[in-house]
């Protein structure tokens, strides 16, 4: 069980991807993920999930990164929840949007608060005196995700 974080590229929105089979069809949820309007049948989405693997040269992501297993998550969440203190930083959409479970999927941070959550990593960051290598690893491909969404205008999806 891990955690993987990824931000989508910009080829579909800039009309550099192919052509969609049902451009027609075409739509995006509210994380900015391509699906088919309507009541498609199985077919349709094996060629809307096709057409994304193959859409253009990044297959729809520009960046994808393993963050860790459960077990780096629970170590970083109690890292943080140490870090944080009284009046010490505090890390809102790192404990409560990142790191709250190791496996969570399907949820993401929306593009405004991708920079609020690059202040927190950049707070930790500042501590890489204290970090031990597997937690820089970890707040470095944050900062990463990040900055790649801020650059795209897309969410931060796990």
């Not at 729809?60 to 629970?74: A, E, P, W, Y």
Request: overall charge negative; some cysteine.
């Amino acid at each position: 069980m891990s955690l993987d974080a990824f931000v989508r590229c910009t080829c579909i929105r800039d009309g550099k991807a192919k052509p969609h089979p049902f451009p027609d069809r075409l739509i995006y949820d509210d994380s900015g993920e391509p699906l088919l309007d309507g009541d498609p049948t199985d077919e349709e989405w094996d060629a809307h999930d096709q057409w994304l693997t193959d859409s253009c040269e990044h297959g729809g992501f520009i960046l994808s990164i393993f963050l860790g297993n459960i077990t780096r998550v629970k170590n970083l969440r109690s890292f943080l929840r140490a870090l944080q203190g009284t009046p010490g930083p505090k890390f809102p959409i790192l404990l409560e949007k990142v790191l709250y479970d190791g496996t969570h999927t399907g949820d993401w941070i929306p593009i405004n608060e991708s920079p609020a959550l690059l202040k927190e990593v950049n707070t930790v960051l500042h501590s890489s005196d204290i970090l031990a290598d597997s937690e820089k690893e970890f707040f470095n491909n944050m900062k990463l995700l990040c900055e790649t969404s801020i650059e795209t205008g897309n969410p931060i999806m796990f």
